[in-house]
């Protein structure tokens, strides 16, 4: 079998190119890297497979040290990757401690001087025991395609993609003299018919309206299309994983397109949290712990996830996509992925984006609005019957004037008041504020970026909210609902920063006072 | 002028063979006293060891070398007696590196070879004010 040096070299030379445009030739459709990479170890096992035929059939012997050969004698040096030399000379042996032998010049293939080796020794040498005829291959196709097969993928990728023969879009590879050519009105008819469905097309729908030349092979036709669409800044793929479905660029949300302001948040430092307030900060599912790392383990599936709206949601129409939340949707790679939201109640249905930088799902403003829902709102997300759908829904309760949490802006500061207002749906207690004054909370949110650090913002708001409750108590809930009315951060954040401030004392149950130096 | 590495236990060494000649001493003769019983009677004086014909213990290619330097890498060096608890130090050194052909070893590859001392203390006798044996740090030829 050929040495570990041939498989590390797999996939790199002129020749596995060669072989690669063969294969695609061949087959005229294009094919993905690891068939590719499966087609080039087989070509190699087979050729080894002839190779050791071919020997089997010479009838040349394994070399041994103590056997006699003959000049002009085929033998296989199984000490030399199996390759086979031809005996050239022979000569007496010059050693008085091994006793008398013969030395013999054997000439390699694919060398250019014979190198010599011992001959009718009698002096013991490991390549004297028996060994099986080489007549099989020492690893069988199976097992050369589980040890080489991806590390031959992985490198034979990016010699393909020097190459000008290749093209490939994601994962399929084809010639560039096979792709048919989509010209450009063929790709203004497929706008056409993405603007009159306003919705994602499938790559194969789109073939159906374009009409191409029935000699064209279905799979290079698709191919060819999505190679054109992906290359037209008009089109974007907002298809899951494998699922290629293409929209307009102009038709998506702007929030979509790119992360609202309000949802801007800066990396978070991050502090070992007590086991409370760390199961507080997991409940709140927040996209900005995240950190950007959207890999964090979902643990479970769910079926459904109930959030708390925050304000910077609230604004921006949007919800975190945390790792939850994503496991409610298909697997997608791209920077979108649209879904279509279902009301649970009217089953009205609207457009929603996944948005992979940043992590959150868009498309939310109007049914907010309608809702006339405030931070603190619950809101569930439901896996919906087709996979590109996410139910969504709120607790609506008969509208009552309630003694809530009010939130204003005066001069440039957050301040806090109990009011009377009606509310029509079910919250979070400890998270529940009303926006008093969304143009007074923008102006002390601009105050609020030039404040350097967290636990200064934080004991900045905590006596406009301790001034609510009797005993000057506020929930950790309460702070990191109340500071992203001003500034985005997520609830390790602000955890952390009241757990390391050394103006706040916690009292249990996740309800902090202010200590009595800071209240000086 | 490339800066000198300072030599730790990991720097290789090997006999320089032009040391002998400068201090006088004979390599072939001490080479001699170190064969093995049978292999004296094989070539009773130094001056009786030609070049002989050398099978590689792996793959049974040969080469024509020093039949001294043979019988220590393919023969005596193998010996359980070749090196003993009780051969000296330095002796034991120079043998390891005799029955190595003078292919250059690290102080932890001896220390791993002769089974005695450490490799700090091994490296502090190499780099020791007098020479043992001609056993220097090993100059790579480029």
Redesign the interface.
Known sequence: MPSSDFWSTLGTTDADVERAYAFVLERGAPVSSRELALHLIGCRVREEEERLAEIAARSAPV?Q?KDNYAVGQHLI?S??DNRVGEVKQIRA??????GE?Q?MAVQLENESKP????MA?A?P???NEERAPLTALALSPEEAIAQYGEPVRLRLMPRLSMDKEFVHLDDGWFLRGLLPQIHAGYLNLAEAAIEQANDALRTADLLKILELPGTIKKTAALFALNLALAGDARFENVGPTDDTRWFLARLELPEARERPEALQVAPARLVALSAELETIAAELFDEADLNGDANASAGAPREEITLVLTYPHRRAGTLPLTPLVRGLLPAFARPRLRFAFVDATTQEKFAGYAVTEGHYIAGLTHWFNARRLSPGAFITLKRGANPLTLTVDYQPQRERSLWVRVARGVNGHLTFSQEKRPLAHKYDEEMLIVIGDPIGLEVAAQAAREQRSLAALLEQIFPELAKLSGAGRVHAKTLYSAVNLIRRAGPRAVLGALTESRAFNSVGGGYFVLNDEARR | MAPVARPDTNTLFHIDLTWFEKTGRDLREEMHAALCED?RA?YPMPADAG?????H???????RVD?LW??LA??CGRQPDFITPATPLTTAIFRALLANGNQPMSPEQLRQRIRKGSAAAILKLLLGSEIQNGVVPFEAQV
Request: glycine content about 2%.
């Open positions: 070399y040290p040096l000490a030399f042996g010059a050693n008085p401690r091994l032998f030395v190198r010599e080796f011992v020794c002096a040498h490991p390549l | 292999c094989l070049v002989v014909d050398r099978v213990p792996l793959t049974a290619q040969v080469t039949a043979e019988c393919d023969h």
